[in-house]
């Protein structure tokens, strides 16, 4: 089975300042990865997904994702955080031999100062 | 508008009692997919399903039965609900190999 780890249960930043949110695996062959947002009484929704191709993704609300294989991580970045990108940030990976199982980390809380 | 739903939205039960959360699709996907969702957890998917009548375990099956008899609905059953079954449930769904969207979640406790 894969692992999911995500550093930092609670990450906390300035309104406009950069956001970044860690996410590691670990398997050495790369899965397909993926980043959900989960606002506050909410279900989970699609910020970005890495399958193949560029390494860089970008997603919505201005997030973006590098995967590293090296260094198998897949870390979240926004340049300049909102108000609104206070959530819960959750790191999935598929399984490597079926990709209709998916692993999750725990979550970051991000909370955005003004 | 397209959407999982799942109901009920909320649900306090007892020890033992069987219970039924049922889980709808109208975006005609054939994959859905049962998680349960625990603090300093995350997310842990207990039973997926690839199409009518074609269900697996996930990472957490046990004290868990899923059906798909339809391609729209993938409802979960506790035959014996425990305490420990105490959760926060997602039903999700998606065209194989693609996004997943979520339900608005189902709050469970049982005493």
């Known amino acids: 089975a894969q692992s999911v780890t995500q550093l930092g249960s609670h990450v906390s930043v300035s309104e406009g300042a950069l956001v970044l949110l860690r996410c590691n695996y670990s398997?050495?062959?790369?899965?397909?990865l993926f980043w959900y947002v989960q606002y506050p009484n909410q279900g989970l929704q699609l910020l970005l997904k890495?399958?193949?191709?560029?390494?860089l993704v970008k997603g919505i609300n201005g997030f973006e994702a590098e995967f590293k294989k090296s260094e198998t991580s897949f870390h979240l970045t926004k340049p300049s955080a909102h108000m609104s990108d206070a959530a819960e940030y959750f790191c999935?990976?598929?399984?490597?031999?079926?990709?209709?199982?998916?692993?999750f980390g725990s979550g970051t809380k991000l909370n955005v100062k003004p | 508008e397209a959407q999982v739903t799942q109901n009920p939205r909320y649900l306090i039960t007892v020890t033992g009692k069987k219970l039924t959360v049922t889980c709808s699709q109208n975006m005609n996907h054939e994959y859905m997919s049962w998680y349960r969702q625990d603090p300093g957890l995350g997310l842990r998917q207990i039973y997926y399903?690839?199409?009518?009548?074609?269900?697996d375990k996930g990472d957490v099956p046990e004290g868990y039965k899923v059906s798909r008899k339809e391609k729209r609905n993938f409802p979960l059953i506790l035959e014996s609900p425990s305490p420990n079954q105490t959760s926060l449930y997602f039903c999700?769904?998606?065209?194989?190999?693609?996004?997943?969207?979520f339900g608005p979640g189902t709050r469970l406790t049982v005493t």
């Open positions: 890495y399958t193949t191709g560029a390494t």
């Open positions: 398997s050495s062959v790369p899965p397909y």
């Open positions: 999700a769904s998606s065209f194989v190999g693609d996004e997943q969207y």
């Open positions: 399903s690839m199409n009518v009548e074609v269900t």
């Open positions: 999935a990976v598929s399984d490597l031999y079926n990709f209709n199982k998916f692993y």
